[in-house]
């Protein structure tokens, strides 16, 4: 970006911050905000475009514009996702980045979502390890967390935690930016903070540091707890403790301008071998993963027991099958293996090097199902195999013989 001199700004904001933030933003990709420009097309003048905007953001004449709103189907509705402009994107980013080194030295150690050097499989652990020596769980859901969050109290938190003027000036504007809908008119925000925007995942976590974490280190100090952004698993050593767990939280999150959804959040027994009592609700869901009892082997003692362990859940699985589907590998005839393994193992290996860090025989039907997908591409390509399923099976595992590493997915799940 052109140097300019800083003297008439009304804001200090580094060239470099944005120049990072833009380089953030180019590597996780994504599509166009409101105003069509994408990703691609702002590289294309990236320089003139990022100094305008550090200008603009410099004098305290930038200003949003509308977010615009996808609708991702989910197991129950939709989850509505705000995507802004690149070059708000852009800003976000900066402005997150700015914040991230005053708020990581506050944050909780159990806070775990959209944190450097964290990752949900470090809470999928923790929370592992906690459930062996607690018996109880209180499975934690707010109801339309990003659509409440309360800006008055993000703005005060905000404020606490950064004397950076701009940043808590373009907050305010970025949560009240209107939502461009799928029919082109502009919806005004009263409240939340937008899915999708490069800000939501720091303001989050400073929101519920405040009104989560430091209240149940105050109020239940010995109670322990797992928070991946608003995803949240507190331990409970009995059945009486969620409950009352539970309801002080209620009260609590009606305070701070949230309410716990009545029908997920739901009080679980960590039932195995040992705990052999009786309730409603044995497994829960944390992070993609979905703890229950399940079978396990001591190799030391040589037996099998029942553990409360986590696994890849059934949701995860069919959302992994389902894109695997959309790719129609039988339609790739003119590929050869070698050419669809390098086309699907980054994706395939990415989903196998987080699913299978804890009980990895459970991506097996995932396996099946890729397996059935190359069986069906064999028939398609070679003639000779088009007329037998039995024919191109054997074939396929006469590949997988010679070449067991050729695809990512037959370290778990060889064809048969």
């Known amino acids: 970006m052109r140097e300019s001199s800083l003297n008439s700004k009304s804001f200090r904001i580094p060239k470099r911050l944005l120049w990072d933030a833009w380089l953030k933003v180019k590597e996780n990709g994504g599509s166009a905000g409101a105003d069509g420009v994408s990703i691609e097309q702002f590289e294309q003048e990236v320089t003139d475009r990022l ?10 004449s930038y200003f949003p514009g509308p977010v615009r709103t996808v609708d991702i ?3 129950q509705g939709v989850r509505r996702l705000g995507i802004p402009s690149v070059a708000d994107r852009v800003a976000q980013t900066a402005a997150s980045m700015a914040l991230e080194a005053g708020v990581e030295q506050v944050f909780h150690d ?5 944190r450097p050097g964290r990752s949900p499989l470090e809470a999928v652990a923790v929370c592992r390890e906690r459930c062996f020596k607690k018996d109880w769980v ?3 859901d707010i109801r339309s967390f990003f659509d409440s969050v309360p800006w008055d109290l993000t703005l005060r938190a905000l404020a606490r935690h950064t004397d950076q003027k701009w940043v808590v000036l373009y907050v305010e504007r970025w949560l009240k930016a209107p939502m461009l809908m799928a029919d082109g008119s502009l919806v005004p925000r009263v409240k939340g ?3 999708g925007s490069p800000i939501s995942p720091v303001l989050a976590n400073l929101f519920l540091h405040h009104g989560f974490d430091t209240w149940m280190a105050r109020e239940f100090p010995a109670v322990q707890f797992e928070r991946f952004a608003d995803d949240a698993v507190i331990h409970c050593a009995t059945e009486r403790q969620a409950r ?3 309801e002080a939280l209620a009260s609590r999150l009606v305070e701070v301008g949230l309410e716990l959804h009545p029908d997920k959040t739901r009080i679980v027994y960590c039932k195995n071998s040992n705990r052999t009592g009786v309730h409603e609700h044995v497994s829960f869901e944390f992070c993609g993963y979905a703890f229950r009892p399940r079978k396990a082997y001591n190799k030391t003692e040589g037996r099998a027991f029942t553990g409360f362990l986590p696994a890849v859940s059934q949701g995860q699985l069919s959302e992994m099958s389902r894109r695997a589907a959309a790719w129609r590998l039988h339609r790739r005839t003119t590929f050869t293996l070698d050419d669809l393994a390098a086309h699907i193992n980054p994706v395939i290996g990415g989903w196998l090097a987080y699913y299978t860090a804890f009980y990895p025989t459970a991506v097996r039907p995932l396996g099946h199902r890729l397996n059935y997908h190359l069986v069906r591409w064999a028939r398609w390509k070679y003639k000779r195999l088009e007329r037998s399923n039995r024919k191109a099976r054997a074939w396929l595992k006469g590949v997988h013989s010679r ?12 064809p048969c």
């Open 73 to 75: 189907p989910k197991k």
């Open 110 to 114: 159990d806070s775990y979502g959209y």
């Open 403 to 414: 070449q067991p590493a050729l695809l990512a997915h037959w370290r778990y799940c060889a």
């Open 244 to 246: 009352q767990v539970r």
């Open 193 to 195: 903070t937008p899915q």
């Open 138 to 140: 209180l499975d934690l």
């Open 51 to 60: 100094y305008v905007l550090w200008n603009r953001m410099c004098s305290g």
